[in-house]
């Protein structure tokens, strides 16, 4: 068996190592994203292993079939990038890594919350540390605070559980209600009230097409003055010119983005010294009110660990046995 992983980062070696002695298996690491382009790599291998980086399509699965590939391991939980349908259809098992470490995202929402809440941005600036420029600055506690949960999963519950544990006014929404946190009367009943009563709203939800700028133009008029913005979720959910048009208008105070709608050809690539042609990044990126991170809330050590051992596992069971915990189905 031998199985070859794409987009490995230097910090993932160590677990691929440990993981192909201890299981005898043979892991060929590429530091490449898997594209048209090099497809062809693939050739010879019994499973694939990928990172959400870019766009997995139907060229890429009738590619696999061709060569014999059963197993297309995602190390991460979302799977909006792959083409599960061509998948299914050329006989390719997907898998992905479901709760790699939901804290780890909980734990980077609530930091870019408070890191606006707080104006920290500001303050680390020179003339706040030494010219004494920081009044106006001032900040609002989290306990004082409604905070608004869009999806409830695994990653929304970890995030509820800290705002709990901040002392916040906790509501949610989730059209499938976990019985725990419905037993403590947490959920409203449509989204809208989220937005008329949460003053920050942060998402935890995957992004279907239907989904695509869930929070658009209409949905920031309902939401309260002043209102805080979390995604650390996928870009797509943003209607980010409606975004930017509320932050403008004083309708949003800020939002912490770990990811944005356009960000394939952005986030993962080293752009040194090249010019950014993207209007609506680029007016994000000058903002004070917004902070940007390259998709990296899942970054913590014991992520990483997880994921890896996770997505070999399931490319193991698949090859092994036809199946594994967390094969993710068409729908
Ligand atoms: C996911 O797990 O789906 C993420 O968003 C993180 C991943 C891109 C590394």
Known sequence: MKFIAFSVRTDEEKYFAEWSQKNNIEVKLVKEALTSENLELIQGFDAILALQTGFYPAQLFEKAQEYGIKSFAIRNVGVDNVDLRSAFANHVIVTNVPAYSPTAIAEFSVTLLLQLLRKTEIFRQRNAVQDFRWEGNIGKEIHDLTVGVIGTG????????????FGAKVIAFDPYQD???????????????????????????????????????????????????????????????????????????????????????????????QKIIDPLFNQLMERDDVLVTPHVSFYTETAVKNMVNFSLDSAKSVIETGTASSIVEAN
Request: glycine share 10%; proline share 3%; no cysteine.
């Open 179 to 273: 019985k725990e946190l419905a037993a403590s009367g947490i959920y409203v009943d449509s989204r809208e009230e989220v937005y008329q009563q949460a003053d920050v709203i942060t998402l935890h939800m995957p992004a279907s097409p239907k989904d695509k700028h869930l929070i658009d133009k209409h949905a920031i008029e309902l939401m309260k003055d002043g209102v805080y913005l979390i995604n650390t979720a996928r870009g797509t959910l943003i209607d980010t010119q409606a975004l930017l048009d509320g932050l403008d208008a004083g309708k949003i105070a800020g939002a912490g983005l770990d990811t944005y709608e356009n960000e394939s050809p952005l986030f993962n690539h080293d752009l040194r010294g």
């Open 154 to 165: 695994r990653i929304g519950k970890a995030a509820i559980s800290i705002y709990r544990g």
